[in-house]
């Protein structure tokens, strides 16, 4: 037996010496997957296949790196060199360079990236005299790739009844139109983009049978890693290379397909045993990675999903800490008890700070966790993505507040004049910019001082530029009201930056939507944070905040070495020590656009699970009893999901037991999920009113009053709606403005104006 093969377990085993006929490995999280794809490709070299008869496919360049040289190490990289190993848009661009001919193209053809296709479906926009604020670039794109995902061409999609219903409903007729126009556009240019390197591989092996008997031959084993996650295009190419000797072994895991969005189908997994019919099933269920108690909470949870194909994944390591679950009064809280936390787990278990990950369901989630890792002086850093306060959108709507406070910052000035696009082209921004270096005046100063008919600006432009000023002049005039969060509303608001954006609805722009959302949020919290206080709550104190805030410098570790914040969705594949899923509540995760049918449902609670089995050592999972949602402060129940966990692998406070299991199914209504699960702490039954998702404050009675200087005293216990309980450290001042000191438990030491605080005291 070959010495590499001592390294496997049983299963592992199994799956890697059988190597003929259908294979379906199912391996479970942390089960040793990768090791057992890269080691069957070195079984058939050890056996004397050719390495150019096999095909490996990948979902990443990363992935197909590493495993190439974990063969290497084996078989020798003068073997391994010639596999045909990459992902998919790899290996088929590299078929249709060779075959480009057929399809009408030169063997040189050019790929597109996004933003190249996106430049041109605006030219093609503008030709059809189509406004591309209904026809946004990004939105026209992600609907073309979803048809060429799908297979739909040109041709076919006027009769995709319910693609062009869906058109018709966005108010977008013309995709068809321009989806032609662009294949028209690249087939002149020579050029294809992403999607049309499996479309165009499709349409290879369905109108050229000799070409597609050619591959056949040409690979006699097909391994594919991650296959839950292949959309139609990429299932079909597979299927039809594997016709004929059907040595084709799929390895992933149903229960971490998690990527419909981007047109992955979890049936071509589920549906492989229909496909071939005389498969061999092996199941990796040993997870390495996870302590007893993890890996046990992970399958309790999945176990409610019907669409899968079952399996017992243990772990044999020690049964380690169970999973805390923690609930905080407000999102501002829970950042606060997330970063105490790690303080105190690095502190006990001298932990680094790469060791801790933080989870959230949304990118918009990151800034609260920025904000308390940033008090704490901890180096932390956005895994797949900028850093809130450095996102585009946001930089944008930052722009307008500096302009509306200093209309003399200049780039600020550049940076918003046509955004929105409002007709003022790049020519004009430099005749304007060319008289304000030759004048000493700013950009602003020769908009409002200056003839722009002398400066060769025509009289259109010259209106648009009017108009530009008096919308910014009118900001200004609402520079004096105290509260920041009525003038950023009404600057988000009038300044045309939220319809921009809710005229794209692709997932890319529904995350910059609520990004901006987020960002109004922290404004609010800023604006009532600072009037509790006493402070000066208007627009240029929080810019003065968050210029320090964004300042700061945080990279004082290596840079290998900080606290992760990522999606969960950006997580898959990755582990950590500790892992904080934060934010699960009902309406957040799960979605509340999912929640509505069982398909969406299972699909988030599969997230859930892949968020869980990132946990090596610890996990914690918290939800907050509100949070600032477009401005208001808003009550959430917590998430179905943690009910669904069996407790006895749970870590929760006496108050917040589990009184006992709720199996809610996906129609449940939020308010009814936990009428049998949590008790009353976790639900807070007798200090709120039952609520659904969304409800909002004038709507729970709370149950504060207002507390007079005479009935408070230093030592006593109180509860605020935001930062939880503390305790009183000291009152001073007179009526009506009295201020009060408290410790509080998580959030730290405050000073409050007690008119203001809605305290309550604790008996």
Known sequence: MQEYLNELNEAQRDAVVNTDGPSLVIAGAGSGKTRVLTYRIAHLLQQGVPP???????????????????????????????????TFHSIFARILRFEAEKLGYSSAFTIYDTSDSKSVIKSIVKQMSLTDKIYKPGDVLSRISSAKNDLVTPVSYTRDTNRMMADRAAQKPMVYEIYTRYMKHCYQSGVMDFDDLLLNTNILFRDFPDVLKSYQQRFSYILVDEYQDTNLSQYRIIKKLAEGHENICVVGDDAQSIYSFRGAKIENILNFRNDYPKYNIYKLEQNYRSTKNIVNAANSIIANNKGQIFKTVFSEK???????????????????????????????????????????????????????????????????GLSFYQRKEIKDILAYFRIVVNPNDQESLKRIINYPARGIGNTTIAKLE???????????????????TQLGINKGTQQKLKNFVELILRFMMKLSEPSAYDVAKDIVSESGILKDLHQDRSMENQSKIENVEELLNAIKEFTTNKIESGEPAMLVNFLEEVSLLTDQDTDNAEDNDKVTLMTIHSAKGLEFKNVYIVGVEEGLFPSSQSTDNERGLEEERRLFYVAITRAEQYASISFAKSRYKYGELKFSNPSRFISEIDQKYLDISVDDMLASKSKPSFNNRPSDLFSKGFSNTLMSVNKFKSTNVGQTNQQVNFNYHEIGKTEIKPGMRVEHERFGKGIVLGIEGQLPNTKITVEFDNAGKKQLLLKFAKLKILT
């Open 52 to 86: 150019g008869k096999i095909l490996a496919l990948t979902f990443t360049n990363k992935a197909a790196r590493e495993m190439k040289e974990r063969i290497a190490a084996i078989v020798g990289d003068n073997v391994a060199r010639y596999l045909w190993m990459g």
């Open 318 to 384: 020690e049964d380690g800490n169970k999973i805390k679950v923690v609930k905080a009064y407000s999102d501002v809280e829970e950042g606060f008890i997330v970063a105490n936390d790690i303080a105190e787990r690095r502190l006990r278990h001298q932990y680094k700070y790469k060791d801790f990950a933080i989870l959230y369901r949304t990118n918009a989630q990151s800034r609260i966790f920025e904000e308390a890792l940033r008090k704490k002086n901890y180096p932390y850093k956005i895994y797949g």
């Open 434 to 452: 060319d008289a304000a270096g030759n004048t000493g005046k700013s950009i602003w100063g020769i908009l409002t001082t200056s003839d722009l």
